[in-house]
């Protein structure tokens, strides 16, 4: 089963509150949204985004220049029809976000909740460095938040490679200065804890 095959088959089999990464609302990715300072009119991305509420949240808040990337157009579906009218303010990209879908230096803040742990391959974790540094402009904010050196070590049937902040970073290099890390205990929608770690960077100048 390819990726995508695999992506559309999880978001067909169950809701949304029935995935393990489903949180209400994503508190600490709006509070590093908040920590950068951007205006209104600020282009954030969520990549691997699929039909979690942060894009509810950002329209709510005022940002109106936000995008949603994912490889399972089924999963985007369910953000479209949860948003109703407002879905029509936000951009919906179906693909891979290690393959170009996005115009040159056009991110303000890059936004990645447990995608990238699914690189597991050098490759992968090298193409979609190159998406990153190819789209988010000099300045902009990177968040990419994986699963922590003690959390699971496979996600719906996948395996994942574990990081802490150092580790992301590490991948990223020198072209992004580091600015904070957090770390977090997520509950899944079963009851079970999932050790989380945030890598919040800016591009540099």
Known sequence: MSDKNHWQSVYERKTIDEVSWYRPHLERSLEYVHAAGLGPSARIVDVGGGASTL???LLSEGYHN???????DSALQVARERLGKRETQVDWVIGDVTKPLLPDLSIDFWHD???FHFLTEQDARAAYLAQVTRCVKPGGRVLVATFGIDGPEQCSGLPV???DAGGIHAVFGDAFD???EATEEHETPWGSAQSFVYCYCRRAP
């Open 113 to 115: 909740r447990a995608v």
């Open 161 to 163: 490679a574990r990081y």
């Open 178 to 180: 580091k600015l904070d």
């Open 55 to 57: 894009v509810d949240d």
């Open 66 to 72: 936000i995008a949603v990337v994912d490889i399972a």
